[in-house]
């Protein structure tokens, strides 16, 4: 069981950056594939970017190509997502969110356990 708590959602004037953070419990944070995905209001939940348990493969949507970053630190179960050059259309509550090796990186169907989701604005 892994229980994910995601935090550093906010307002952001357009072409600002965040940095997301998604914390873990459990022991075995490291064998686990960690995604975040986005939902806007009234669209469904879309993929953003991934990583495999490994660290060593990254995955990004094209919309987010070159301006977010994944990345994790095992030693403290934590994923981040920097997120430079925000626009207007990156409004939305993020979900970070943990799957067990061998899935899609892709699909929100892969994966086991998300966390509450944190809200992230972007001005103009």
């Known amino acids: 069981q892994v229980q994910l708590v995601a935090s550093g959602g906010g307002l952001v004037q357009a072409g600002g950056s965040l940095r997301l953070s998604c914390a873990a419990s459990?022991?075995?944070?490291?064998?686990?594939?960690m995604g975040w995905f986005r939902q806007a209001p009234g669209k469904e939940r879309e993929f953003v970017a991934a990583?495999?348990?490994?660290?060593?493969?990254?995955y990004y949507a094209d919309s987010v190509k070159g301006r977010f970053t994944i990345s994790r630190d095992d030693a403290k179960n934590t994923v981040y997502l920097q997120m430079n050059s925000l626009k207007l259309e990156d409004t939305a509550v993020y979900y970070c969110?943990?799957?067990?090796?061998?899935?899609?990186?892709?699909?929100?169907?892969?994966?086991?356990?998300w966390g509450q989701g944190t809200q992230v604005t972007v001005s103009s």
């Open positions: 459990g022991r075995t944070f490291s064998t686990y594939d």
């Open positions: 990583i495999r348990f490994s660290g060593g493969n990254t």
């Open positions: 969110a943990a799957s067990r090796p061998n899935g899609s990186p892709f699909s929100p169907y892969d994966y086991d356990y």
